[in-house]
């Protein structure tokens, strides 16, 4: 039997197409290959950061859970455990209801004495429990393993914190639980799917590890079956990450099914098996079609694909325009080659698009391929990639960073961290690293990891936990409604006031449960349209409490919150309780309005003045004080008010708004007569005391008790029969003239003098005429000196002259001669003629000398006497001073 030969072209194609198929199966092949392997590497890379953001999120909620249970415990004390009737509203006030499912008080001896919301029946002890224990034997909080609450029977986590006294002794322990079938941080992520079908699993770890969180919600407790969680779950080729919980020691598992994670690879490996089958066809048709021209480009084909092979990226010389099988080929290998180049385009572009940073850095240390986002968080140039980020740590810690850093890129381990960064521009960021070895041939040759700018999520979370913090502890009453009227958020203490339950939805409420009818109307007519047009409207108005009948007043602010776009998403309501306020505002008003009757009353005037000296309150007396009504003076400064009488009282004026207390007595003398007022300046200062906001003025009018006081001085200073001066007048007349300023040598003369044989003219004559000579005596004293001379009678017939200031002895002796001379002549007292006589002495004070009034007394009367001794009607003159003397 002759055996059948295939022929050239036969074996050209066959040859060819098997070719063509070896070379671009094996380019796909590993294409495929490197496509995968860094697919199932990044796709892994993701699992372990979602395992890790949860155990960190679970992490982060339970430390906040037992915070807030911790809080809350400092505010319990013995009352709080002794008295039953304390128990209740210590847990209603907690505000632990919306976080935890249930809260207990717990004794020291592991009794629980109230739990919420389920009620407790019977004596129920915790005492065996080991979270108890070590929360009463410790005095730290603790979180329990998963089990069986025993109040309600329902699996849960139960954290436990001690309750101390003042001394730190454990009084009890306050207890919060979370039920692991219902909606809560724990229960939530049993629900949670990624990409539809990927799941949570938790379990307690340990020995003997039971599961926490399960999809299956009748797995929750169990026992952990098989070598790991979740095994019984999982097919052959799942992908699982784990991370561990710090706080509880916890295991959180992440499986993705490989159905769902293989998906991409499966559609792309069809793609290319279809892409392949095609070609092996087209180019069979073609070689067969001209076999030995085919033949001869093929070896060029053959060295392009070769080329590529070693640089993927290369350029490469087809000729595509060819009008035979080379040209179909090498269309078609072209065609190949720009959809592979297009996957690992979008690759790229997927890369450098992701918001996330993506790193892989070799062995030594160098960054090799970074996206745009790595740049950006780093704020470098690409042309920095390789070890910029450097550069955004401190100069004196680089060498130490950098060491480390290679440390870390040579480990076999994972690793990640948390850290803030300076870039070049001078802002800060924090920045979560978390990197994943690269080993081949069992040694690491690099490093690829993520870097994310967790700056804004950070400080969002603390402003969140602040707000939060803020309106739970606030007195004030804050709701929050969606875009609709519809409540979704009440504080503590609006639910308080309006006998809401702390615990209670309130989703199904809106405003109108909470205010009368006229309200109501005015939030829909004027309150709601203002805070939209304008963001914000803030005014007062009225709330129902826990009753319809309980109408208060409020401060009322709105806020109207819209989304990027410019539509409104949602309402924010803020008010406080004013109703105390009102009433002291009524309270004020009408104290006010008694005190401006009482000082329209009152004859004074009565004013308040603030700090720019401007009246504030005037009584009804300023009116017929001015002559202008009082609405016309509030407003005017003191001196528009004074004019130019201001500089009289502007000195008082800046003493009390410095805070002193001002009394003084202003004198008016003008044509329509006198008049005298006492005004009273009393500092006012703010409540706290330290802050003057003025001064209130009384004004009295004293015009009749000053005349008064001028008459009765007048009295007491003047001799009654003559009308000169008596001694009391002389006595202070002479301190006057002694306290003069001393200088230019100037030198006062006093004189004492009395009448020769008085007595005599009363013996024969009368006192009757002994008074009319005295009178006429005085007239005769006053006729002979200046009017700047003061003269006086000290008593009987004794008189004292004070000459303020003297040249010379001669000048005084010439004075003195004239009154003996004056007071010698004969006198005609009722038909009869009376002859007297008058002795005179004089004695000098020089202004500034240390001589008192009784040492000059003395000197003159000693010349007195002189005089008198020397046969009377006559003067004697002491020494005059000789550094006055003139020459």
Known sequence: MKRTRLNLPTRAALL????VLVLVGATAAWQYRQLSKGYTGLLGQQLHGLAQAAAADLDYKLAMYLATLSREARRGDAATFSEPGRRAPFLANSGLRPMFDGIALIDVAGNILLAEPSPVVKEVSVADRDYFRRARDSGLATVSQPLSARTSGKSAVLMAVPVKDADGRVLGVLGGGLNLHRPNMLGNLAAARLS????????????????????????????????????????????????????????????????????PLAKARRALLLQMLLLAAVTGTLVWAGTLWLVRPLGSLHSVIRHLRRNPDAPVSLDVRANDEYGDLAREFDALMTELRTQRSEK???????????????????????????LAIH??????????????????????????????????EPFQLKRWIRRPDGSSVLVSLQMQPIVAAG???????????????????????????????????????????????????AR???????????????????????????????????????????????????????????????????????????????????????????????????????????????????TSQRYRFVNRAYEGAFGIPREAIVGRTVKE?????????????????????????????????????????????????????????????????????????????????????????????????????????????????????????NDQFGHGTGDALLREVADRLVQALRARDFVARVGGDEFTVIVGQVADAQTAARIAAKIVDALSRPYMLSGC???????????????GSAATATQLMLAADEMLYQAKGAGRNDYRLAEFPAECATA
């Open 496 to 610: 308080l006031r309006t006998g809401v339950a702390q615990d209670a939805p309130v989703t199904h409420f809106t405003m109108a449960d909470f205010m009368p009818p006229a309200t109501l109307l005015r939030l829909r007519e004027t309150i709601v349209p203002t805070a939209v047009s304008r963001g914000v409207w803030v005014g007062e108005s009225d709330i129902c409490g826990a009753h319809p009948a309980d109408v208060f007043p409020v401060s009322h602010m709105v806020i109207a919150h819209r989304d990027k776009a410019g539509k409104i998403e949602r309402f924010s309501g803020i008010m406080r309780d004013i109703s105390e306020a009102k009433a002291t505002e009524v309270a004020l008003f009408e104290s006010e309005a008694r005190l401006r009757t009482i000082a329209d009353a009152l004859p004074m005037r009565v004013a308040f003045i603030d």
């Open 196 to 263: 539809g079908e990927g799941y949570y699993i938790v379990d307690s770890g340990g020995e003997s590890p039971v599961y926490v969180v399960h999809p299956d919600p009748a797995r929750v407790l169990q026992p952990v079956q098989g070598k790991d969680a979740g095994s019984e779950w999982r097919q052959p080729g799942d992908l699982e990450s784990s991370a561990k919980i710090a706080a509880t020691g916890w295991n959180v598992h992440v499986v993705l099914p490989a159905r769902t994670a293989y998906a």
């Open 641 to 761: 008010l004074f004019g130019s009488r201001f500089h009289s009282i502007e000195a008082h004026v800046v003493r009390a708004l410095q805070g002193e207390p001002v009394t003084f007595q202003s004198e008016l003398v003008s044509d329509g007569g006198y008049a005298c007022f006492e005004s009273n300046y009393i500092p006012q200062r703010g409540i706290d005391g330290s802050v003057l906001t003025g001064f209130h003025a009384v004004s009295t009018d004293v015009t009749r008790q000053k005349q008064e006081e001028k008459r009765l001085l007048q009295l007491a200073h003047e001799d009654p029969l003559t009308g000169l001066a008596n001694r009391a007048g002389f006595n202070r007349r002479l301190e006057e003239t002694l306290a003069a300023a001393p200088g230019g040598g100037r030198v006062a003369a006093l004189m004492f003098l009395d009448l020769d044989r008085f007595k005599q003219v």
């Open 16 to 19: 060819t197409t098997s070719l």
């Open 348 to 374: 790229a572009a997927l890369t450098d698009a992701a918001p996330v940073g993506l790193f892989r850095c070799d062995e030594r240390g160098h960054m090799v391929d970074v996206n745009d986002a790595y």
């Open 443 to 493: 040694r690491v040759v690099g490093q690829v990891g993520t870097l994310i700018d967790i700056t804004e999520r950070t400080l969002a979370e603390q402003a969140l936990r602040t707000q939060t913090a803020i309106f739970e502890m606030t007195t004030d009453y804050v709701v929050q409604l969606d875009k609709h009227g519809r409540l979704s958020y009440m504080n503590p203490a």
């Open 833 to 847: 003629r009376v002859d007297v006589s008058a002795s005179v002495g004089v004695a000098f004070h020089v202004a």
């Open 379 to 412: 704020g470098i140039e690409r042309a920095q990639a390789a070890d910029g980020w450097l550069g955004c740590v401190r100069p004196a810690q680089r060498e130490e960073t950098w060491r480390q850093w290679l440390a870390r890129v040579a480990s076999n």
